[in-house]
């Protein structure tokens, strides 16, 4: 079956970077693209970009603070965020092209 | 960022049929597929309808949805108190280099 896993949450301080990793499995990796979407406390969910055959492309809102790749021989997707301050707590999510299969979850908090 | 629009709450007794509905743009709603998905509390989102009425395998029938000009709506019918969460509408903007969008989401209540 289809699972995306996540790595777990993390605790950063103001101006660090974090970086969220997202291993697929179930599915011919290659076939789809992944999008990364997070979701702040009490928010909406937010679009930050995606990867589509190796391509990436980012939300205007997030260009120039995020960087999503992929390591197709490990079946992965990367999302890191740089810059962090404390808006950017919230949780981020992977999700399959289609929308069918989201990953977990991963709470990412800034705080000092 | 372009955004959806929803009511903030919903609300119905079990068995009662209700309606949540999306407002978007022409770079939006007006052209492109809509997708609808549920979230209940502590979990990721699930998708729940796609290409405007589309049910993956596993939704049941009494959810449904319908789409007019630049505007979306989702029906459930037979509320079940299992359906109380926050469901949102979603869609893409633009082109190939366009964005995904979201609505802000509606709290579905079952009173």
């Known amino acids: 079956q289809v699972q995306l896993v996540q790595s777990g949450a993390e605790v950063k301080k103001p101006g660090a970077s974090v970086k969220v990793s997202c291993k697929a499995s179930?599915?011919?990796?290659?076939?789809?693209?992944m999008h990364w979407v997070r979701q702040a406390p009490g928010q909406r969910l937010e679009w930050m970009g995606w990867?589509?055959?190796?391509?990436?492309r980012y939300s205007q809102k997030f260009q120039g603070r995020v960087t999503i790749t992929r390591d197709t021989s490990a079946s992965t997707v990367y999302m890191e965020l740089s810059s962090l301050r404390s808006e950017d707590t919230a949780v981020y999510y992977c999700v399959r092209s289609g929308g069918d299969y989201w990953g977990q979850g991963t709470l990412v908090t800034v705080s000092s | 960022q372009s955004v959806l629009t929803q009511p903030p709450s919903a609300s119905g007794t079990p068995g009662q049929r209700v309606t949540i509905s999306c407002s978007g743009s022409?770079?939006?709603?007006?052209?492109?597929?809509v997708d609808w998905y549920q979230q209940l509390p502590g979990t990721a989102p699930k998708l729940l309808i796609y290409s405007h009425n589309q049910r993956p395998s596993g939704v049941p029938d009494r959810f449904s949805a319908s789409k007019s000009g630049t505007s979306a709506s989702l029906a459930i019918s037979g509320l079940q108190s299992e359906d109380e969460g926050d469901y949102y509408c979603a869609a893409w903007d633009g082109g190939l280099n366009g964005l995904w969008v979201f609505g802000g989401g509606t709290k579905l209540t079952v009173l």
């Open positions: 022409s770079s939006n709603i007006g052209s492109n597929p």
């Open positions: 990867i589509n055959a190796g391509i990436a």
């Open positions: 179930g599915y011919t990796f290659s076939n789809y693209a």
